[in-house]
């Protein structure tokens, strides 16, 4: 016993003087060892919280600490390196990409899946297809109320809640959906996808847009604890046209309109850090857990199997 011991001190002792190090003698991390944390946009919290299990479980000298944080506080924080990954919907900006520049290097974005944008309404709510001209209508205030999709509606008037001010949900909205025209008055923020989901199943004529992440795994318990509590709406690309939701199915044939790719960005200086070891891990093996949550993998070839409509 004595000697195994000596022996794995020893080992211990000769990897750890092997190890790089910064300029102050502390060890660096390598592609599959060391910490560092990364900030996440919370509307992905569920996939990447699975990954992130994964990978430390298969990497037991690896730990990644997680930030769930609003799109653009994952932003901020790159930028200010107080983390250098971030889990996003969008690539840097070109304004983004000249100040990394500036430094003298270009972090790799790389592609992990595609989610989407989901419309979740209260269950009391009949009026569940809505078309893509219906939804700008409702984002930009040129329809208010439930009557102005059906007539015959009991409801009020729109109740439009974001997940975040600065969220990534939001700013998609605000750049592909309205294309820069003016957010509806009626439209305001709380601070998570949950509260979300927890305000519109408290408020008969709310209109929740949320990531899909949040409703995509239908195998998981919370999620079906909010099936219960919520509705998702269909969005057909006309009147007329046949509704899909937001489901990975409907994302790979393209007939579901508010599609988006999540990205990995790596600002790590070091191209054989745990930043690039893990945004590897999402790109490979991680797809098969992308596969299993209900998004579209952005780097496998997905097996879809049609079912009734």
Same mark, same amino acid.
């Given at each position: 016993m004595? &000697?195994?011991? /000596?022996? /794995?001190?020893? !080992?211990?002792?000769?990897?750890?003087?092997c190890a790089e190090r910064d300029k102050s003698g502390k060890v660096l991390d390598t592609i599959t060892t060391g910490q560092i944390t990364i900030a996440i946009e919370e509307g992905y919290k569920p996939v990447i919280a699975s990954c992130i299990n994964v990978f430390d479980s298969i990497y037991?000298?690896?730990?990644?600490? $997680? &930030?769930?944080?609003?799109?653009?506080?994952?932003?901020?924080? /790159?930028?200010q390196d107080s983390v250098q990954v971030i889990i996003i919907g969008r690539?840097? *900006?070109? +304004?983004?990409?000249?100040?990394?520049?500036?430094?003298?290097?270009? $972090?790799?974005? *790389?592609? =992990?899946?595609?989610? #989407?944008?989901?419309? !979740?309404?209260? $269950?009391a709510n009949s009026d569940t297809v809505l078309t893509v001209d219906q939804v700008k209508d409702?984002?930009?205030g040129k329809i208010t109320t439930w009557k102005d999709i059906n007539p015959k509606s009991k409801l009020g008037a729109f109740n439009v809640v974001f997940d975040n001010p600065s969220s990534g949900t939001l700013r998609f909205v605000r750049d592909s959906v309205i294309a820069g025209q003016e957010l509806t008055k009626q439209a305001? #923020?709380?601070?998570?996808?949950?509260?979300?989901?927890?305000?519109?199943?408290?408020?008969?004529?709310?209109? %929740? =847009?949320?990531?899909?992440?949040?409703?995509?795994?239908?195998?998981? +318990?919370? !999620?079906?604890?909010f099936m219960r509590e919520i509705k998702i709406a269909d969005v057909a690309k006309a009147v007329g046209k046949e509704? @899909? %939701?937001? @489901?990975q199915a409907y994302l790979a044939t393209g007939d579901y309109p508010f599609k988006r790719t999540i990205y990995?960005?790596?600002?790590?200086? &070091? &191209?054989? %850090?745990?930043?690039?070891?893990? #945004?590897?891990?999402l790109a490979k093996d991680g797809q098969r857990i992308m596969l299993k949550d209900g998004l579209l993998p952005a780097n496998a070839v997905t097996r879809l199997i049609k079912s009734s409509h």
């Amino acid at each position: 016993m004595l &000697r195994k011991f /000596l022996t /794995l001190t020893i !080992v211990s002792l000769l990897f750890s003087s092997c190890a790089e190090r910064d300029k102050s003698g502390k060890v660096l991390d390598t592609i599959t060892t060391g910490q560092i944390t990364i900030a996440i946009e919370e509307g992905y919290k569920p996939v990447i919280a699975s990954c992130i299990n994964v990978f430390d479980s298969i990497y037991r000298t690896a730990k990644i600490i $997680p &930030r769930y944080v609003s799109e653009g506080e994952a932003v901020n924080a /790159l930028i200010q390196d107080s983390v250098q990954v971030i889990i996003i919907g969008r690539q840097l *900006t070109a +304004k983004e990409i000249e100040y990394f520049q500036s430094r003298g290097f270009f $972090p790799p974005t *790389t592609p =992990i899946a595609f989610d #989407a944008l989901a419309i !979740v309404l209260h $269950p009391a709510n009949s009026d569940t297809v809505l078309t893509v001209d219906q939804v700008k209508d409702i984002l930009t205030g040129k329809i208010t109320t439930w009557k102005d999709i059906n007539p015959k509606s009991k409801l009020g008037a729109f109740n439009v809640v974001f997940d975040n001010p600065s969220s990534g949900t939001l700013r998609f909205v605000r750049d592909s959906v309205i294309a820069g025209q003016e957010l509806t008055k009626q439209a305001s #923020a709380l601070k998570t996808n949950e509260e979300v989901i927890d305000y519109v199943s408290k408020n008969k004529s709310a209109i %929740g =847009i949320i990531s899909a992440n949040w409703i995509s795994d239908t195998d998981d +318990k919370g !999620v079906q604890k909010f099936m219960r509590e919520i509705k998702i709406a269909d969005v057909a690309k006309a009147v007329g046209k046949e509704g @899909y %939701g937001p @489901y990975q199915a409907y994302l790979a044939t393209g007939d579901y309109p508010f599609k988006r790719t999540i990205y990995i960005i790596n600002a790590q200086a &070091r &191209r054989n %850090g745990l930043g690039a070891g893990f #945004a590897s891990y999402l790109a490979k093996d991680g797809q098969r857990i992308m596969l299993k949550d209900g998004l579209l993998p952005a780097n496998a070839v997905t097996r879809l199997i049609k079912s009734s409509h």
